[in-house]
């Protein structure tokens, strides 16, 4: 079975601070893996996604995230965060058994102070 | 236009009724999915249906049941409902069975009283 850790619950930042947020999974076979953004109110939105090659990769809204196989891990990263980046952010990987279900991480709740 | 979308948004309903929200995506998509958010924001996969296979994530009560008209739609039946349904719940679509990502709806807030 896989199974998704995100280490941060809460994150509270001041606007042009850079973010980082952890995400470890267990997985023994070949994954693919997501962060997804969930603004207040509304639904999920991929922010980016890898399934193979260059493990840093790059989305939406100036996000990346690098993939270290080595350590079953895929942080999301930001340079400078903005007040609009306020969102509750979701690590996710599907293995490759396990066709496109997603496994979600628990989370991590970004408040970014103006 | 709405890629994803589900009704309805909101649903309040007493302990032991049956429900039903409904899911259509417009996407095109061969597989949908039905995903629970709890009070914590915590998600986890409920169904993944496709024309040929619905897989079932064993932790999901038989109150609940996916049902697919066609392609387009999947509709989540849950009878008998409880106060601990009470959630978020999300419905996705993705093309293939594979390296694809997920396209989610905006979520209907169930609130069991």
């Known amino acids: 079975a896989q199974s998704v850790s995100q280490h941060n619950h809460h994150v509270i930042l001041s606007e042009a601070a850079s973010l980082e947020l952890g995400c470890n999974y267990s997985?023994?076979?070949?994954?693919?893996l997501f962060w997804y953004v969930q603004y207040p109110g509304q639904h999920l939105q991929l922010l980016l996604k890898?399934?193979?090659?260059?493990?840093l990769v790059k989305g939406i809204k100036g996000f990346e995230a690098e993939f270290i196989k080595s350590k079953f891990s895929f942080n999301l990263r930001k340079p400078s965060v903005q007040w609009s980046d306020t969102a509750e952010y979701f690590c996710?990987?599907?293995?490759?058994?396990?066709?496109?279900?997603?496994?979600f991480g628990g989370g991590t709740r970004l408040m970014v102070k103006p | 236009d709405t890629a994803v979308s589900q009704t309805p948004k909101y649903l309040v309903t007493q302990m032991g009724n049956d429900k039903s929200i409904k899911c259509e995506q417009n996407?095109?998509?061969?597989?949908m999915y039905w995903y629970k958010q709890d009070s914590k924001k915590f998600l986890k996969i409920m169904f993944s249906?496709?024309?040929?296979?619905?897989?079932i994530n064993e932790t999901v009560p038989n109150r609940f049941s996916p049902k697919s008209p066609d392609k387009a739609h999947l509709n989540l039946h849950i009878n008998s409902l409880e106060l601990g349904d009470s959630a978020v719940y999300f419905c996705?679509?993705?093309?293939?069975?594979?390296?694809?990502?997920?396209?989610f709806g905006q979520g209907t807030r169930l609130t069991v009283v």
């Open positions: 996710a990987v599907n293995g490759d058994n396990a066709g496109n279900m997603l496994t």
């Open positions: 996705a679509s993705s093309q293939g069975w594979g390296n694809t990502e997920a396209f």
């Open positions: 996407l095109g998509h061969d597989t």
């Open positions: 249906y496709n024309n040929k296979e619905l897989i």
């Open positions: 997985y023994g076979g070949t994954v693919n």
């Open positions: 890898y399934f193979s090659g260059d493990p």
